[in-house]
């Protein structure tokens, strides 16, 4: 008994040296341990999202792929699977495992080295927040000290969720919630046991174990874990031998992104960045939504890039991107050509391919990603190829397919719809075209005029061919766009819509040069009412009434529309759009025209949330309410219990007195009247005048609007710069302002002409380029998809507005009701006082007796 009595003093003596040591070792590193607290305020390393309004992911940005989770939303089996292979004894311990420590010390003591580890998920935790990976008995201690520490002042649960949330498991994604996506796909709730069981088998070695890397490896862990949990009884054998026998299958799930909209997510990004800082952006799991809606931003991408492909074909084709063999070569094999093109981006709608034979009238190609299949582009994608001579010259039409490519080119292809029609039926077809990317460049911006919400936007043919936004940053002449701004101005002192303005040629010499504006078409009417004048788009009465009004006046109405005045000429050459404004400034302008006179202000970001759902920043936008700003003229103070109703986003909302900030009540740009009749002014620029019986109809310039959608709660101005440079659509449908803007960024560049040389060696013209027929497209393809089947809707039209029947050629009242005269409308006091000199019946008292709107009106 006596050896026993000894080895248990021995026991005794060296378990106070292990502690005492231990307690010397605690003290000699508590100095250099971190401050376990400040784990509680630790942010998780988790990416931006920036998504649209309705939810769907644009982008992300960071680094690292985490989606943060809470207890309740990780499935128990999946808990159960990490704590069963990495620390069954979790819920018993106090941060160390000291049946796993003296296995380590063995190991050690045997090998000299640190081989084996005993890291409880506490630990592990310290790790990951606080310490390295170096395998060294001090860091080890240093481990289990500060595991100590936070059992102490974290639950189970929240020591459980920083560890599923932090740990890294491959391919970049840290945290079980990113890797149940980039392996599976999948939410951790849609995973099937098989595979959180894999999940849980990858910490020790997850670029390794992983099942994109090896499935062997992969499957033969997940074994293992599936084991460890029928032997800790969380599963039984049945289910063990189900997921056993589940093959494992696993590939490499990206981020989802579910809308295209590059140049937003960038604004959103520099944003972020500018209130929070970069570190904090990338990695604090904010989710910025934005104002635009899949609907609409997915309508302006087609738009844009059906347009600028549709321009670029009308100027011609301007060769292969690449030639990989002539045919004096050898030809490449399938195998080579497929190494060649995983090489090449994929970008917007096009790919590239190789043509590998040139019939008649087709060519075959292998195109990216198709798996050496060869695929035939026919004569219907090939016969637009006429080559490209200059922006205003094409050559001859080809005759046949050699006349385009050759065997051995390197290509651009897309993949377009042609409706094909037989004597039952039409049906959509998919087609296979030659392609390029355009060298025109586009933006595109929409927005609701009641609040400014930028709905969608578009800053190019392609965020990868170039990160310019030009719906933000690109100054453009904005031709004649600037028109309806400058009536707006001859409203306000004095014009109406029926007063007669001198359509006729203008000479204005400055020294020994003359300034000779002319119209265009070079066609001139003589006297001729406003309301015409701007439907057809006068270039001339633009200029006379800069030059009535005088340029000051000018600047100072335009600067209420938020157009700077720096940009703004002063000259007369602003009356024909020499300003340079940007695409969003003036979807800005024609919002306030449109909204009744209200000065929104354009925004994106419509609210900031943290990773876990918090909101940090709200937009308070600026709400079109004319009814509060009434209330608040007539109110002292903002006690009175009143509501009153609005229409905002198409709803009726209830603008409470004490609860609205007057600050958020868009103020007033334009009188409601001068707005109105601006508005009708842009609605005869689509719908032309006069009547066709009597052959006396006109178009305006916007036509082509008014016919691609057909309602009357719309209007907009076509624009074209000196020499074609830009072309401009800009206009409202209902509760929907847009702007389209076509251009090249290289300002010398004129967008030109579709003429080609014939045959006969003779220059053969098809139409110049110019707002109608080059940006008004555009803007027709968006409104015709966002706009369909959404009520109309129309700015109530003001008390001090009056209509009266006018003579057509004269501008003056009349009595007669045919073809020779129209019901206008007039600010109260501006109503004509004379009637046409045929009229011989003076009634001033019939000024106002028409009410609403008379089809007459044009």
């Known amino acids: ?208 174990l992983n099942p994109i890397y090896s499935v062997e490896s992969a499957t033969e862990r997940r074994n293992l874990v599936l084991l460890r949990m029928l032997d800790e009884n969380y599963i039984t054998q049945e289910e063990y031998q189900s997921a056993r026998d589940e093959v ?217 061919q170039s990160k310019f936004n030009r719906a933000l940053q690109a100054k453009r002449q904005v031709g004649s766009n600037i028109k309806p701004f400058i009536y707006s101005a001859a409203l306000d002192n004095g014009y109406t819509l029926a007063t007669l303005v001198n359509d006729t040629p203008i000479n204005e010499w400055s020294g020994n040069e003359a300034w000779r504006p002319k119209n265009s078409p070079n066609i001139y009417l003589g006297p001729i009412r406003l309301r015409r004048a701007l439907g057809q788009s006068k270039n001339v009465v633009s200029v006379r009434l800069v030059q009535d009004l005088g340029i000051d006046k000018i600047i100072d109405q335009l600067t209420k529309f938020g157009f700077k005045p720096e940009d703004m000429p002063k000259s007369n050459s602003i009356a024909l759009g020499s300003a340079s404004i940007t695409p969003l400034e003036l979807a800005t302008g024609f919002a306030i025209i449109a909204n009744g006179g209200y000065k929104v202000e354009p925004y994106v970001i419509e609210r900031i949330e943290d990773a876990y759902g918090t909101v940090l920043y709200q937009a308070e936008p600026k709400i079109v309410c004319p009814e509060c700003i009434e209330i608040y003229q007539r109110q002292t103070e903002k006690t009175d219990p009143l509501a009153i109703e609005t229409m905002i986003d198409g709803d009726a909302k209830v603008c409470v007195i004490a609860a609205v900030d007057e600050a958020q009540v868009a103020p007033s740009a334009i009188s409601p009247a001068t707005a109105f009749l601006t508005r009708e002014l842009l609605r005869t620029a689509v719908w032309g005048g006069g009547d066709w019986a009597h052959k006396t109809r006109w178009n305006g310039t916007g036509a082509r609007a008014g016919k691609a959608i057909k309602r009357q709660d719309m209007g907009g101005k076509t624009g074209t710069s000196n020499d074609s440079k830009d072309a401009w659509f800009s206009g409202f449908v209902g509760n929907s302002v847009a702007t389209s803007w076509v251009g090249f960024d290289d300002f010398k560049r004129e967008l030109g002409r579709t003429v080609y040389n014939s045959n006969l060696g003779k220059s053969q013209s098809s139409g110049g380029e110019y707002g109608s027929s080059t940006a008004l497209p555009a803007w027709n393809a968006f409104m015709v998809e966002t706009m369909a089947g959404e009520p109309t809707f129309s700015p109530q039209r003001p008390d001090n507005i009056a209509n009266a029947r006018i003579d057509r050629a004269t501008g003056f009242l009349s009595t007669v009701t045919d073809h020779t005269t129209l019901i206008e409308y007039f600010k109260s006091g501006t109503v004509p006082i004379y009637y046409a000199p045929e009229q011989s019946n003076y009634n001033q008292s019939s000024d106002s007796s028409t009410e609403g709107y008379d089809e007459e009106l044009f």
Do not use: C
Not at 273 to 292: K, P
């Open 1 to 208: 008994m006596k050896w026993i009595k000894r080895l248990f003093i021995v026991a005794i003596f060296l378990g106070v040296i292990g502690v005492a040591a231990i307690t010397f070792i605690y003290f000699q590193l508590k100095a250099d341990l971190p401050d376990v607290t400040s784990i509680q305020e630790i942010p998780l390393q988790v990416p931006m999202k920036v998504l649209s309004k309705d939810g769907e992911l644009i982008s992300q940005f960071g680094e690292k792929r985490r989606i943060p989770l809470t207890r309740k939303e990780i499935p128990d089996q999946l808990v159960n699977a990490f704590i069963a292979t990495e620390d069954s004894r979790f819920y018993q311990h106090i941060g160390m495992d000291p049946i796993g420590i003296m296995r380590a010390a063995s190991v050690y003591v045997l090998s000299g080295s640190a081989k084996q580890g005993a890291s409880t998920i506490t630990q592990q935790v310290a790790r990951n927040f606080f310490l390295t990976n170096e395998k060294t008995i001090l860091r080890k201690v240093r481990e289990i000290f500060i595991a100590i520490q936070i059992e102490q002042i974290l639950t189970k649960d929240e020591i459980l969720m920083l560890y599923l949330n932090k740990i890294a498991l491959g391919h970049r994604s840290f945290g079980v919630g990113a890797a149940a996506q980039v392996y599976f796909g999948k939410t951790v709730s849609e995973l099937t046991l098989s595979e959180m069981a894999v999940l849980a088998g990858l910490p020790k070695a997850p670029s390794r």
């Open 248 to 464: 494992v299958l696993s590939r490499y799930h990206g981020a989802e992104i579910t809308l295209s909209a590059h140049y937003v997510a960038e604004i959103a990004r520099n944003k972020l960045i500018e209130l929070y800082g970069e570190e904090r952006s990338y990695n604090e799991g904010f989710n910025v939504y934005t104002t635009i809606t899949k609907k609409t931003q997915q309508a302006a991408n087609k738009a844009v890039i059906e347009n600028l492909h549709n321009y670029d074909m009308r100027h011609g084709y301007r060769g292969a991107t690449k030639v990989l063999w002539t045919k004096d070569e050898t030809p490449w094999t399938a195998e080579k050509i497929e190494e060649a093109l995983a090489q090449e981006a994929t970008d917007v709608d096009l790919k590239p391919a190789v043509v590998v034979a040139v019939n008649e009238k087709s060519i075959d190609v292998i195109i990216k990603g198709d798996k050496k299949k060869v695929s035939t582009i026919e004569w219907g994608g090939l016969s637009w190829a006429r080559s490209f001579k200059s922006d205003s010259r094409q050559g001859n039409p080809p005759k046949k397919a050699k006349d385009i490519v050759s065997v051995g080119e390197q290509i651009l292809t897309r993949e377009i719809d042609v409706e094909v029609k037989d004597k039952k039926q039409t049906t959509s077809v998919k087609q296979l075209q030659l392609s390029q990317y355009p060298a025109v460049s586009a933006a595109f911006v929409s927005l609701n005029p009641q609040d400014g919400a930028i709905t969608s936007l578009v800053g190019g043919f392609s965020f990868t």
